[in-house]
Every structure is written in C-alpha cells, then in structure tokens.
C-alpha cells in the first residue's frame, strides 16, 4: 500500500504514452496526451498525502490539527490548468486539420520528412 | 517506421524505461508519510500571516502567487492561440446561421434539456460567483469559480440558443475581458511595486476575522480577477471551437 | 531588493494584456502595436542588459510577495540571477525587438495576436532565465511552450504548419510532463521547490536511486527542447512552417534555453549530488557529439533553406552541449559565447531568408539559384552571416567553439577537436553554398531531389503586398544582427569575463549561500580551475584552415556537375546521411517513441553507474 500509488503513476504514464504511440487519430492522441498529465497530479497528491490527517482548510477546525500538504494541492491545481490550455490548443489544431485536409490521421499530414 | 515495428520499439523502450522510474520511485517516502517542511510551516502560519483559512488558495495567491501569474498567463496566451488558429481565413464565409434546427451535427435541442439547461443557468452563475469570491474561506477560488461560470455560458448554448451565446459572448469581448483579468491580477503585483514592497506583497488591510469574504487582502482581490479571466478564457474557448463547428464553411472552389 | 528584476518579466506580460484588453480600439492599428512591441523588447533588453553588468560582482535575490527564507527553508518565490541568465535573457529581449522589426513590413493582415502572442513568448523566456523555484521553471517553461506552439500554426492553411505545430506540441508537452514527474519526485524526498534548498538537502546524501532518476525526468524536457538527439526530430518540421520572425526565436533562442535549463539544474541542484563526473561527461559528450554529427549530415542534404537552417541549430546545440558535458568553466563559458554569436548570426541568416521568401516568394534553393542576384545587399549580409555561422575569426561562434575544444584538450579529448571541425565545416560549405548559388548564380542548381522540391515549393509567401524592394525595416535589423556577432567576438576580455561568470555560476555552494542566507561570496570556487582563454596562433590558424575547407566544399557542391568524380558524393539519394534520413518521418508517433528509448537508455546509462 506504500508503494501502490506511484506503480498507478508509472502504469498510468505508460498506457498514455503507448496511447500516443500507436493512435491513427489526433483527438485520440491529444487525450492520450491528457492522461500522461494525468500521471504526474497522480505523483504529486500521492507525494503530499498524509495518513490520517485532515484538508487543509481551517475553517471549521483548530489551526494546529494535523494536515495535508497543501503545497502540491496548490501546484496539482496549477498543473490543470496548463493541461487545459495545452489541450485546447492542441484540439484547434485539430479541428484545423480536418477542417483543411478532411483527415485526423497524422500519418497523412505529413509534409516534410527527411 | 511502419505501426508494427514502431510499437515493438516503444514496447522495449517503454519496459526500460518503466523500470527505470520504479526503480526511482521506491527511493520515495512511502504513501502517507509525507515529511514536510514545505506544507508543514505553510500550515502553521498561514492562516496567522493571511488571515485565509483556505491555506491552498492563500499558496496559489500569496505565497507562490507569481506562479499564478505565469500559469494565468498561459491560460490567456491558449486562449488567443485558439482564437488565432481559428480566425476567419480566406476563403470561408459564415454560413447564415439558422436557430435551433442546424442540421450539420447538431440534432434538434430536446425540449427536457432546453428547460433544464435555462432553469439552471441563473443557480450556476451563482454558484460560480460564489466560489471565485470564497477563495480564502473553503475549499474554492478563482479557478474553480471562473470555470463554473463559464459552464453558465455553456449552459445557454445547450439550450438551443447558439446565437444568443454568440451575441453575448463576441470573441473581441471575451478577449478583452480576459486580458482585462489576467493584466488585472499582473497589475495588483506591480501596485505593490509602486508602493515600494515586493512584488505581489499582500499590502491590501488583511481584515479582522480569519476566513471572513472580506479578509486576507489581495487573495480576495487576487482570486476575482483570477475568476473573470479564467472564465473569459474557456468562454473564449468554447464559443471558437462551437463557432467552427456549426457556423464555418469552406468555399467550395 | 531591486524591482528592476520582476519588472523584466512583468513588462511584456502586462503590455501583452493591456494590448489585447484594447484589441477593439487597436485593431486596425498596426503601427501604434508594432511599436508597443518593439518599445517593450528594447525596454527589457535594456533593463536585463543592466542587470547583466550589475551582477557580474554577485549574483542578485528577488523574494517575490516579501517571503524571505529563514533557517535555510524557503517559503516563497525568488529570482536569482547571474550574469549568464540575465545575459541569455538579454539576448531573448534583442531577438525579439528585432523580429518584431522585421515584422513591420510583415504580414499585413493581422489581428492583435501575434504581438500578445510574442510578448508572451518574451516573458516566458525572461522568467525562464531568471528563476531560482524549479516549479517556477516549469511555468515559464510552458508559458514560452504554449506561445511558440501557437506561433508556429500562424498560418494553417498549409499541412505542413499543422504537422509542425502538432509535432512540436506534443513532443515538447511529453517532455515538460516528465519534467514535472521529476520535480515531484525530488519534492518527495526534500519537501522543497526552491532550487538552493533542494541542491542543500540532497547534497547532504550521496547519490541514490531517487536522486538519480529525479534528475534524469527533469534533464528530459529541457533534452527535447535543446533539440538533443534522440529528441531533436520536432525542431526541423516546426522550423520549416513557422512565420521567419518566429523562427528567428526558434532557433536563436529557445533551443539554447533547452540547455541552459539543463546547465542550470545540474549546478544549482544536483551537481554535488550525483558526483560521478567522468560518467555525467561521457553521457553527455556522447550525446552532444552525436547531435553535432547529425545535424551538420542532414543541413548539409537540404535543399529547403529553413530547413537547413534549422539543422544547423541542432548541430550547434550538440556542440554547445558537449562543451557544458565538461563541466570546467571554461566549458561554459565557451558555449555561452557561442550562443551569443550564433543566435546573432542565425538570426540575421533567418532575416535574409525572410526577405528571399517576402521578394521571390520561395525558399528552395534548386529553383532560387541564380535568381537572388537582384537581392544585392541581402547577398552581402547573408554571406557574411554565413561566414559567421562557419566560425570565421574574429566572430563570437569562433571565440566560443576554440574555448569548448582549448578545455577540451587540456582533459584529454582531442576528439571533441575533430569532431567540431567536422561538423563546422558541412554547416559551413552548406550555407555558404547557398549564398553563392542564390545570390551570387555561382556553378548549377544543386540536383532536384524531387521529394524535397515537393516540400519546399509548396511554401507560399508569408507576406502579400507587393515586392519591388526589401523595406528597410527587414534589411536593417539582419545587418545589424550579422555585424553584432562580429563585433561581440572582438570585445576584449570577453573569454576571461565569461569565464569568471561560470566559474560562479558552478559554485553550487555559494549559489546556496546566497539564495538562502543573503551571503555575498567575492571569490567563487568552482570543482575545476579556471583556464587560459587567449586565442593562440594555432587557434587563429585553424578557424582560418576550417573555413578555407567549407569554402572549399560548397564550391564543389556548387560545380560537382561539371566533374563526374564526383557524382558519387553529391547525387542526392546517396552518402552519409541517406540511410538515416527515413529516421525523420515527420509523423510525432515515432518521435515520442525515440523521447522514450533516449530517457531509458540515458537513464540506463546514469542508473548503472550512479549507485
């Protein structure tokens, strides 16, 4: 159980990155994409976890009650953010692909090689 | 190389190079015990410095706001990157929209969906509003809240009402107010520079209650530029990708 | 604390929004936008240009929001900055004034995008420089990212902007996603993201499992955007569609920030660490002379001029790497001279192409032949760029390059010698071809190599308006670029005050002194001492013998025709460089798969050696 967390981060990457590797359709691979980020918020909520303590959000409980990292929450958050923005992009260009050239196969939209 | 090929290289890529992580991953602490000091002191006096009870919105606004800056900034710059690979290009012309009944894609808007989405719009706004201006009490902020806000934008156009959502959310508009909140957030940093203090130092009064809507100085202030852009941003977003989609041509030669 | 620091960042950011929350008003304005953008480079290029002087007596520390560090933990943000960050950023602030002039006369139709877009390309690259917070990094890192993505499909009506833009994206995503896996990994173990603190916690033990594999994900992402082989294959298809000013910062900048990155983790976070510097140099020579062969093999075999340029970027990011491989400061300080004077030259070559492209509407060198010929001062200007990029004394990328190979030999590798020779001279003859057979008419039209014409002629001009004469605005910012690169390497004392600069820049003990107590170290001590950073005779006589060769080849490249002995070597379909090139598909599926087998086989390489 110690160690579960970051084996489903490494599998997590893998299975996104073989996802890029074999996909014939851009929006496939863009959400491939998406899950290899997926991987690291994975990595860094597991890194910040602590057992048996509360959020860290003191509202409603005493300032001194054992908490949670709070800083990899703060980074996880800006983390999808940038996903967002990433795969956004990403998807104007695909729909520019098919808009242009009817196919949403990398292979075929091809233009310079060698 | 050809599909085959390719993926038994990556397969024998992959196995050495997934070994190689576990391998690096075990060195870690185990799940549970994480060792600080970073999240631990950032507890402790957060709430005493900030007076914000939602000690991760008091990092993402405070502590490590110029992050924010930067990560705000890429939310903007994605959302003109759309914009500009989805301009008008030569060649096409807006196909005349027709409410309700496009038939590209689009099926007609049940009625149960259209009655729902507009019954929820107003409850989503509010909600949305909420979050953005509750960043320092609970578990919100100014991303969440501009993101459920921009869901309300959405919501309209689930309604059938594609022109509407066009007309009340204009991509110059959008793009305004989005540069308007992330040059806004950029901005408060700079106040501070004028007055003397660091960037970003929090010089706002930091209000008397901890965790009250009005306290911990610029986090609130922070966190509302931070909801209007984040919201003009997917709005942006959302209405270009909808407007290639059901509205854009291309000329037939 | 000077606010001069923040503000080198802040500038662009904030112009860029206020330009864009205008965009209604200044939609139609061109100039009022061309200008703001020129006047905010030129701002902070002079600003950082400030700051680079400041710091060479010690490097500066901006807490950001007044978090100060105590007891040696860190709670906030903070820039630190040398004179080689503040220097790099500088050149980023220059490029982009410059390309931002060149854009005058530029497209014309064009909406507030492209300035936000490139300012924000400018701040990204500014707080890239600048940071001491390795998540800090990684922001600025995906802030320059997501800009450079949407430049490069400015224009996407063509496939093959889509296909470097796609290419480009995705496998610069993959990287910056493991090297967000590597920083989270290294936060596990020290619970800190300020670069300093981390470099003293994990100095404190040795080397370890964690340490190593940290190291190897963060390197990653900063390998694919140093166009490092393996991970080298995006830079050429991004290149070949990207608008010329953009390009200009592809190439003359952004890649170098790749391995500035990597320079900048090694010595601020993990150099003590890892120890083991013979194996941290074999893996990385071997790397950045295996990059420097590459490219130079494949700029010599093209035909598209972006293209080539593009490959002759990588070529010299595997020298610059190679020289950073060694770890003395003379090894840094080679390549940061380097980089100064090739992004100058560079920069000035991509200029001219721009005009070419802009007045003859092509940029295939077997149908350009001859037809520069009108283009008279854009021919003087790129072959003296050319002669720059071929290492000629007294340009900069000459002083830099004799510096790698002086620290070189003096370790025993003399091998880097030849290599670097090698290399220079086929990215010389290859440009140096190009400016005697398009502006000059010189010899034939180099042989169709019909999958190449294909590509390059299907390039259409980037401009519409009609082209009877370069406008000054193009001309003038590639003169002056090519006469900077020749003139930065004539500065006296400019080797040994670099070296100083590196030397500090290595200290990783008084970097974290610095940042972490506010100390002020007068005399840096880095692992190696400093060496002599003369130009010697022999150096003078082999820059001048190297280039003499390169001449040598791009006039038989030129006149191979009328000489059957030499068809074997110059007929495309033959050579080198043929049974590699199907390497570079253009399709990103294989790309990521090499990004995959380079992390494993660099991270096999460390982890079997590194215990």
Request: aromatic share 10%; net charge neutral.
């Amino acid at each position: 159980m110690q160690f579960f967390p970051f084996a489903v981060m490494a599998w997590i990457l893998a299975v996104g990155l073989y996802g890029i590797v074999t996909s014939r359709h851009l929006v496939h691979q863009i959400v491939c994409l998406i899950v290899v980020q997926s991987s690291t918020y994975v990595l860094l909520l597991g890194v910040g976890y602590r057992r048996g303590a509360a959020a860290p959000y003191f509202y409603d409980i005493p300032v001194h009650t054992p908490a949670v990292d709070p800083v990899v929450q703060a980074l996880a958050l800006t983390d999808v953010v940038v996903e967002a923005a990433v795969t956004a992009l990403l998807l104007a260009f695909a729909i520019q692909a098919q808009k242009r050239f009817g196919t949403l196969d990398p292979q075929e939209l091809v233009q310079f090689k060698g | 190389m050809t599909p085959a090929a390719r993926r038994w290289v990556f397969l024998a890529g992959a196995a050495g190079f997934a070994a190689f992580l576990l391998w690096g991953l075990t060195g870690l602490p185990g799940f549970g015990g994480y060792p600080g000091p970073y999240g631990d002191i950032i507890n402790r006096v957060a709430v005493a410095q900030t007076n914000a009870t939602g000690v991760v919105s008091a990092i993402n606004f405070e502590y490590r706001g110029f992050d924010t800056v930067g990560e705000e900034f890429i939310l903007f710059t994605a959302a003109i990157g759309v914009a500009t690979v989805l301009r008008h290009l030569r060649g096409e012309r807006e196909r005349a929209a027709r409410d309700g009944a496009m038939d590209r894609d689009a099926p007609p808007v049940s009625e149960a969906v259209r009655l729902v989405s507009l019954v929820l719009v107003g409850p989503v706004f509010l909600v949305g509003w909420y979050l953005a201006s509750h960043a320092q009490t609970s578990p919100s902020g100014g991303f969440q809240g501009g993101v459920v806000l921009a869901t309300g934008f959405v919501l309209i156009y689930l309604a059938g009402e594609f022109l509407v959502f066009k007309r009340i959310s204009p991509v110059d508009i959008t793009d305004a107010v989005g540069a308007v909140g992330a040059g806004g957030f950029a901005a408060v940093g700079v106040t501070a520079l004028a007055m003397g203090l660091p960037y970003l130092f929090n010089f706002l009064p930091l209000g008397s209650a901890p965790g009250a809507v009005s306290s911990s100085g610029t986090i609130a202030l922070i966190s509302f530029f931070v909801g209007i852009e984040v919201a003009a941003a997917f709005v942006l977003i959302v209405s270009e990708l909808l407007e290639q989609t059901l509205l854009v041509r291309q000329e037939r030669p | 604390m000077d606010p001069l620091l923040a503000l080198a960042t802040v500038l662009p950011l904030l112009m860029a929004a206020s330009i864009s929350a205008l965009n209604i008003v200044l939609r139609g304005q061109r100039r009022v936008l061309d200008a703001a953008a020129i006047v905010t480079g030129a701002a902070v290029a002079a600003i950082l240009a400030v700051i680079t002087v400041r710091t060479t007596g010690g490097d500066e520390v901006y807490w950001f929001a007044g978090f100060r560090p105590s007891h040696g933990i860190a709670i906030g943000i903070d820039f630190a900055v040398g004179p080689l960050s503040a220097g790099l950023a500088c050149l980023a602030a220059v490029l982009v004034a410059a390309a931002m002039i060149f854009s005058w006369r530029y497209f014309e139709r064009v909406a507030t995008y492209y300035h936000v877009l490139m300012l924000t390309f400018l701040a990204g690259m500014v707080g890239f420089c600048l940071t001491g917070d390795i998540f800090d990094l990684f922001v600025w890192f995906e802030l320059m990212g997501v800009s450079a993505y949407a430049l490069t499909a400015y224009r996407p009506e063509e496939r093959g902007s889509l296909q470097g833009a796609l290419n480009f994206a995705i496998t610069n995503s993959v990287g910056a996603y493991l090297s967000l896996a590597g920083i989270g990994i290294i936060y596990g173990r020290t619970g800190a993201l300020n670069m300093a603190q981390i470099g003293r916690h994990i100095a404190r033990s040795g080397p370890d499992r964690l340490v190593v594999v940290a190291f190897v994900l963060i390197i990653t992402g900063f390998l694919i955007k140093g166009a490092i082989v393996p991970f080298h294959f995006w830079l050429a298809d991004a290149h070949a569609v990207a608008p010329t000013p953009v390009c200009v910062l592809l190439s003359g900048v952004m890649v170098e920030l790749g391995l500035y990155g990597i320079a900048r983790v090694y010595w601020s976070m993990f150099g003590y660490s890892l120890g083991h510097r013979a194996v941290i140099t074999g893996t990385f020579l071997t790397l950045g002379l295996l990059t420097a062969v590459v490219g130079a093999l494949f700029c010599f075999r093209e035909r598209h001029l972006k293209r080539l340029l593009a490959f002759s970027t990588i070529s010299h990011a595997g020298m610059f790497l190679s020289g950073i491989a060694l770890l003395t400061p003379l090894g840094l300080a080679g390549p940061a001279i380097s980089v100064a004077g090739h992004a100058l030259v560079k920069a000035a070559l991509f200029l001219c192409v721009g005009i070419v492209l802009h007045r003859l509407g092509s940029v295939n060198e077997t149908w350009l032949h001859g037809r520069g010929r009108r283009l008279r001062v854009t021919g003087v200007v790129f072959t003296l760029a050319a002669l720059g990029l071929a290492d000629l004394p007294p340009f900069a990328t000459f002083r830099g390059k004799g510096l790698i190979e002086a620290t070189g030999s003096s370790h025993g590798m003399a091998l880097i010698s030849a290599v670097f020779i090698v290399c220079s001279v086929l990215v010389g003859a290859a440009v140096l071809r190009v400016a005697g057979g398009v502006f000059y008419g010189l010899g034939d039209p180099p042989s169709e190599d019909p999958q190449m014409a294909a590509e390059a002629s299907e390039e259409t001009s980037e401009t519409d308006e009609a082209k009877q004469r370069t406008p000054l605005t193009m001309i003038v910012p590639a003169a002056v670029l090519a006469l900077g690169g020749l003139a930065a390497g004539l500065l006296p004392g400019l080797g040994s005050a670099v070296q100083a600069a590196a030397m500090r820049f290595q200290d990783q003990a008084a970097y974290n002194a610095t940042v972490l107590s506010g100390a002020h170290v007068a005399h840096p001590s880095a692992v190696f001492p400093p060496e002599p950073t003369g130009i010697t005779a022999t150096d003078l006589a082999t820059g001048l013998g190297s280039v003499a060769v390169a001449l040598l080849l791009a006039f038989l490249a030129l006149y191979w025709q009328r000489l059957p002995l030499l068809r074997r070597g110059f007929e495309p379909g033959t050579g080198l460089v043929q049974p590699i090139r199907r390497f570079q598909s253009g399709v990103v599926n294989d790309y990521v798969t090499w990004i995959v087998i380079g992390v494993a086989c660099v991270g096999g390489a460390l982890a079997f050696t590194i215990r």
